[in-house]
């Protein structure tokens, strides 16, 4: 009797990679299975946003125009089939701290480069009301959020009545399961101690995003100082987000609520937040690489059939649909190997045994 799944590629893992990876195949026609441990996924806690624009030092995000554009076609793709709507276009607004901020984004404006497309200075004018800049503000109109966690839900029970998703662990000591050409690995910060196996490290990058209700107008505008405010409907904002290295299990720590929501009214007239704003208080590990790039691709020539895609950090929903897409490619013999920036032999560690 032949196995029904002959042939078929095994996704592990069902956060926001292994769910844009499913959909990939879905949409190429590709044959495939999906398995989840049930392990707590950054995709969880995300909140989703995208931004072609680094600003820390006001320079576009790596090859941000690209990315984007791919990103668009494919999560207006899967909203039409879900019928729901995923992702929202919501300016953000980058408050100047200082007057040497202000002169440098008006620097990079001036120079006409790559990060000229996106930025703009937002008229004093159109500051909205609550909004405390005395330094001024700029505006990235070519921004937003996905709803990462009604997207991996509602995959979820679709692949799950089509009996296409299956609660199973894996790791790669298991191999390759029987009637499966291909595992392609997206288990995020779960897949750390396989690749470690290769010389490939995948930090644990801790982070927490409070939820929070209020009567307080603070517009429709994402507003960031380094800690960012985004509106999500009906007096909802996300508010986020921490950055640690030293921790190693998703737990939320008290002082958080106290810390994020003291940030972003700092940027605010009149009344803060306070700690009863607050509804929800998440966090969630995500994985990421020295460079801040995914790890991608075939990395054993013992074990041919078994990929990663995974390391995506913070930027998931901007660069994952090409990620999927670049992993698939090598998978279906289109391209030999994934683009070298995301190649696993950027790391001087890599042994590809």
């Known amino acids: 009797m032949t196995n029904k799944n002959q042939g078929s590629v095994l996704i592990i893992g069902d956060g926001l990679a292994g769910t844009l990876m499913a959909w990939k195949c879905h949409q190429r026609g590709v044959k495939f299975v999906q398995w989840s441990d049930g392990s707590p996924a950054a995709s969880d806690v995300a ?6 624009v680094s600003f820390r030092r006001i320079l576009p995000q790596w090859d941000a125009a690209n990315y984007a554009e791919t990103a668009r076609e494919m999560f207006q793709a899967i909203q039409q089939e879900l019928e729901c709507k995923l992702r929202h276009d919501v300016p953000v607004i980058r408050v100047f701290p200082n007057e040497r901020y202000a002169a440098l984004w008006a ?57 296409l998703w299956e609660r199973r662990s894996w790791a790669m000591e298991d191999g390759c399961p029987v009637g499966f050409s291909t595992v392609i690995d997206c288990r995020g910060v779960g897949v750390a101690d396989d690749l470690a196996k290769f010389g490939l490290e995948v930090s644990r990058n801790h982070g927490e995003v409070l939820t929070i209700q209020t009567e307080l107008d603070w517009g429709e505008q994402t507003v960031n100082n380094v800690t960012w405010a985004l509106p999500i409907g009906s007096g909802e904002y996300r508010i986020g987000s921490t950055y640690r290295w030293d ?37 969630g590990l995500r994985p990421a690489c020295f460079d801040r790039r995914p790890i991608l691709g075939r990395i054993s ?3 041919p059939w078994y990929f990663v895609c995974t390391g995506w950090g913070t930027r998931g929903v901007s660069i994952g649909p090409t990620m999927v897409d670049w992993t698939l490619d090598v998978v279906s013999g289109i391209r030999d190997e994934v683009p070298d920036e995301v190649h696993p032999k950027r790391f001087r560690t890599f042994t590809k045994n």
């Open 47 to 52: 909140a989703g946003m995208f931004n072609p």
């Open 107 to 163: 620097e990079r404006i001036a120079e006409e480069g790559e990060v000229a497309q996106f930025i703009e200075i937002l008229p004093r004018t159109e500051l909205h009301p609550s909004l405390d800049a005395p330094f001024g503000a700029g505006i990235v109109r070519s921004a937003g959020w996905v709803d990462v966690r009604m997207l991996t839900q509602k995959s979820r029970l679709l692949w799950q009545r089509l009996g």
């Open 247 to 283: 921790m190693d299990e998703p737990l939320v720590r008290p002082e958080t609520i106290e810390n994020l929501t003291e940030q972003v009214s700092t940027v605010r007239k009149g009344a803060a937040l306070v700690a009863t704003d607050v509804v929800s208080h998440r966090a």
């Open 301 to 303: 020539s013992k074990s």
